[in-house]
């Protein structure tokens, strides 16, 4: 089994600051990219951030100089530092891993059960 668990949402007021976390935990081996992503009500799920196991990082262009991922790839966890939030950042926020459990060559895909993010103006 693999366990991953986000926290760190809540409600907030435009222009504060909120920071995510996912831990995971269980039967791992290895693990890629890790990612955050959000669905909005009535919108389709996007890609909020990514970094790699070495490091490298992608972001939404609606969060480039706001918001900051990072991981610690010894701990198995990942952080989301969002500043100057916005009321369009209001969503469910989830954790993707891309990883191998022990004993195997393959990678799957592991999500969390998500944390709401709501920015009032």
């Known amino acids: 089994q693999v366990q991953v668990v986000e926290s760190g949402g809540g409600l907030v007021q435009a222009g504060g600051s909120l920071r995510l976390s996912c831990a995971c935990s269980g039967n791992i081996s290895r693990i890629s990219t890790m990612g955050w992503y959000r669905r909005a009500p009535g919108k389709q799920r996007e890609l909020v951030a990514s970094v790699t196991s070495g490091g490298s990082t992608n972001y939404a262009d609606s969060v480039k100089g706001r918001f900051t991922i990072s991981r610690d790839n010894a701990k198995n966890t990942m952080w989301l530092q969002m500043n100057n939030l916005k009321p369009e950042d209001t969503a469910a926020y989830y954790c993707?891993?891309?990883?191998?459990?022990?004993?195997?060559?393959?990678?799957?895909?592991?999500w969390g059960q998500g944390t709401q993010v709501t920015v009032s103006s």
């Open positions: 993707n891993l891309r990883a191998a459990r022990r004993g195997s060559v393959y990678y799957s895909d592991y």
